[in-house]
């Protein structure tokens, strides 16, 4: 999986800051579902979101995950909007 405009890749620690700081688990953006995965043989997760006006969670964005020493070191996001990656359902 190649970046594209729009990869963020941060530590993990700046990644909850700026989603939290951003409204993530603030009212519209606080429904989530996970499924694990992997990229590139890395552990991974696809989030999908749930909005207030809508009954089913989409694929919101793919969350890969470098681990050092059993810890998460870095966070690579991927906008999963719309896109049939890796065979996940685009609803659930």
């Known amino acids: 999986m190649l970046p594209d405009p729009g990869t963020l890749i941060v530590t993990a620690e700046d990644a909850v800051d700026g989603w939290v700081s951003s ?3 603030q009212r519209g953006y606080d429904d989530w579902r996970c499924i694990a995965t992997t990229v590139n043989r890395m552990p991974a997760a696809a989030l999908y ?10 694929l919101f964005t793919i969350a890969v995950l470098h681990i050092v020493d059993g810890k998460i070191a870095e966070l690579t996001g991927f906008d999963a909007t719309d896109k049939p990656w890796l065979g996940l359902p685009a609803t659930m």
């Open 23 to 25: 409204g993530l688990f």
């Open 49 to 58: 979101l749930r909005t207030p006006d809508d009954p089913e969670y989409r």
